[in-house]
C-alpha cells in the first residue's frame, strides 16, 4: 500500500522549533521530488518546501526562508522538515506530499509538470504561549 | 509570486448538472497548473495535472482545459461524492502557489 506518514506535530511557543518526519512506503521513495503543503485552521492550501529526488535541490516559500529546513533520508524512506523561530501564522495542517513529477517530451524539449499524487494524512503543529 | 484567482468562491448544484470552475493566474503559465479536491476533514487528492491530463483513477467526468492564463476544471455530471473544496495549483515557478478554492455543495 502507498503510504505517508507524518509524525511530530505538537504545541509549540512562538520563536520555538520542532522536527516532522514523514515515513514512506508502497513506492520508490527516491525517485519521488517530495514537499510540505500547511493548510492553517479553515484556510487554503499552501506549498511550503519542496526537495528534489536526491536531496541536492530544495525550494522555499518566502515566508519561511531561513526558518525552515526541508531534508530527506533515501536509505530511511523519510521526509523531515525542521521548522525553527516559530510563529503564530505558522500554525497548520502539514501534510507530507510526493510529487510524481511526469514529464512531456517534444521534439528537442522536455516539460515537467508537478503531480502531486501521493498525500499523508497530515500533522498538526499549534503555535501558542 | 504569481497569484491564482478561483471562481466562483462556491457554489450549489444538483446530481446531474454540469459545473465549471475558473482559475486565472496573474501571468501566463503555459499549461503548468493542477487541480485538487479536498474533502471535509481529508487530504487533497490530485484529479488534473498539466492542465488537461486525468490522474490515474479519476473518474471521466472531471476535465480540465486551459493555457496560458485561463483554467477550467469541468464535473461533467455532478455526483454526491463530489462535494468538497477544488483548488488549482501552478507549478510554472517557484514559489508554487495555489487557488483560494471553489466549495461545491450538493442541492
Known amino acids: 500500500e502507498v503510504q505517508l506518514v507524518e509524525s511530530g506535530g505538537g504545541l509549540v511557543q512562538p520563536g520555538g522549533s520542532l522536527r516532522l518526519s514523514c515515513a514512506a512506503s508502497g513506492f520508490t521513495f527516491s525517485s519521488y521530488w517530495m514537499l510540505w503543503v500547511r493548510q492553517a485552521p479553515g484556510r487554503g492550501l499552501e506549498w511550503v518546501a519542496n526537495?528534489?529526488?536526491?536531496?541536492?535541490?530544495?525550494n522555499y516559500l518566502d515566508s519561511v526562508k531561513g526558518r525552515f529546513t526541508i531534508s530527506r533520508d533515501n536509505a530511511k524512506n523519510s521526509l523531515y522538515l525542521h521548522l525553527n523561530s516559530l510563529r503564530a501564522e505558522d500554525a497548520a495542517i502539514y501534510y507530507c506530499?510526493?510529487?510524481?513529477?511526469?514529464?512531456?517530451?517534444?521534439?528537442?524539449?522536455?516539460?515537467?509538470?508537478?503531480?502531486?499524487?501521493?498525500w499523508g494524512q497530515g500533522t498538526v503543529v499549534s503555535v501558542s504561549s | 509570486a504569481i497569484q491564482m484567482t478561483q471562481s466562483p468562491s462556491s457554489l450549489s448544484a444538483s446530481v446531474g448538472d454540469r459545473v465549471t470552475i475558473t482559475c486565472r493566474a496573474s501571468?501566463?503559465?503555459?499549461?503548468?497548473l493542477g487541480w485538487y479536491q479536498q474533502k471535509a476533514g481529508k487530504a487533497p487528492e490530485l484529479l488534473i495535472y498539466a492542465a488537461s491530463s486525468l490522474q490515474s483513477g479519476v473518474p471521466s467526468r472531471f476535465s480540465g482545459s486551459g493555457s496560458g492564463t485561463d483554467f477550467t476544471l469541468t464535473i461533467g455530471s455532478l455526483q454526491p461524492e463530489d462535494s468538497a473544496t477544488y483548488y488549482c495549483?501552478?507549478?510554472?515557478?517557484?514559489?508554487?502557489?495555489f487557488g483560494q478554492g471553489t466549495k461545491v455543495e450538493i442541492k
Open positions: 506530499v510526493g510529487d510524481r513529477s511526469p514529464t512531456y517530451h517534444s521534439g528537442d524539449t522536455t516539460f515537467y509538470y508537478d503531480a502531486f499524487d501521493i
Open positions: 526537495i528534489n529526488e536526491d536531496g541536492s535541490h530544495m
Open positions: 495549483l501552478q507549478d510554472y515557478n517557484y514559489p508554487r502557489t
Open positions: 501571468q501566463g503559465i503555459r499549461n503548468d
